[in-house]
């Protein structure tokens, strides 16, 4: 039996079916469009685990996470389809409306990297991020967001400095990139990893991030967003992160297997370094320690939801 199929053996017999039969170990199903954060990350990880698995990456975007989540939902368990799911399809979502699912529908496997937002606008139109600020004290502006929790952050910003910030809703973060581009919207907030291109090609200006540790290395001179309004607001902190996910029922084996090779990925060098030049970091947690971060998103889903009743 060659190298291969041991690796498969060790996944369990699960794994021979509807996914293996096309050829494919695992399929990771990303609820998002192609370039944001949730996409690069599971690249990056179906890439480091190449060697191992065959991986093949499913874009599911609609509804927010909501196309995606559903999809993995009705999935066999065993079959070797997992969500790469975070805040917004898992908690937000259900939340905004009316969906058969909520983050106890899924079996989560483990936790692989978590995300930044910043708040971007062209090069020329603020010199940083208290110059935006200042700005919008005398005059509205425009901010897009393509994830409703951002919105809300964006909200809670207005708020918080009395400043004139109108959000702007939009489907995808590729149309927003396109309208900070033009001018249609003064700035936009979106993950860094979706705009880590533009920014280091200059047509894009980082004016703050909302990290709530030190990991956005590869932007210093970021000041992370609390920090600007020296507030500890917890909004003004809220960050993504990608873990896989399978429906309720996946053997115990197999999921403890994937997760010991997705540890072992995330303690590659090369694997953190991808993450950290594009704003993310490299973050593992185990099954029981992921559940317990969802109970600590508790406190951000209270004010979210009072947001979205006078949003809506």
């Known amino acids: 039996m060659n190298r291969r199929n041991v690796l498969l053996g060790c996944l369990g017999s699960s794994l021979f079916t509807k996914a293996y039969a096309k050829n494919i170990d695992l399929t990771f199903v990303v609820p998002s469009s192609p370039g944001g954060s949730s ?17 093949n990456i499913m874009n599911r975007p609609s509804g927010q996470g909501v196309e995606g989540s559903m999809f993995v939902l ?8 997992l969500l790469v799911g975070g805040p917004n399809g898992l908690f937000f979502s259900p939340a905004r409306e009316n969906v058969p699912y909520n983050s106890d529908s899924f079996e989560p496997i483990c936790m692989f990297s978590m995300a930044s937002f910043a708040i971007v606008s ?31 952050l964006i909200s809670r910003l207005g708020q918080i400095t009395g400043s004139r910030l109108n959000t702007i809703a939009y489907k ?14 003064d700035a936009g907030i979106l993950s860094i990893a979706s705009v880590a291109g533009s920014v280091q090609s200059g047509s894009l200006k980082l004016l703050a991030h909302t990290q709530d540790s030190g990991s956005v290395r590869i932007y210093p001179n970021v000041p992370r967003l609390a920090d600007v309004v020296s507030s500890n607001d917890s909004s003004l902190m809220t960050y993504h992160w990608h873990g ?32 950290e030049t594009r704003g993310m970091t490299s973050r593992f947690m185990d099954a029981r320690e992921l559940r ?16 979205l009743r006078e949003y809506l």
């Open 39 to 55: 996409d690069i990350s599971s690249r990056l990880l179906a890439s480091s685990l190449e060697t191992q698995l065959k991986i």
């Open 74 to 81: 009705r999935s066999n368990p065993n079959s070797g389809i």
């Open 122 to 152: 062209k090069t020329e139109s603020f010199k940083d991020i208290d110059d935006l600020l200042k700005i919008s004290t005398s005059r509205n502006l425009n901010i897009g967001f393509s994830q409703s929790d951002v919105g809300y």
């Open 172 to 185: 995808g973060g590729g149309d927003l990139v396109r309208d900070i581009h033009s001018g249609t919207v």
């Open 244 to 275: 896989l996910y399978a429906p309720k029922g996946i053997s115990r084996d197999t999921s403890n297997h994937i997760q010991n090779m997705v540890s072992n990925v995330c303690r590659d060098s090369k694997f953190i370094s991808d993450h």
């Open 292 to 307: 317990d971060h969802h109970d600590k998103l508790s406190y951000y889903m209270i004010g979210y939801t009072q947001w």
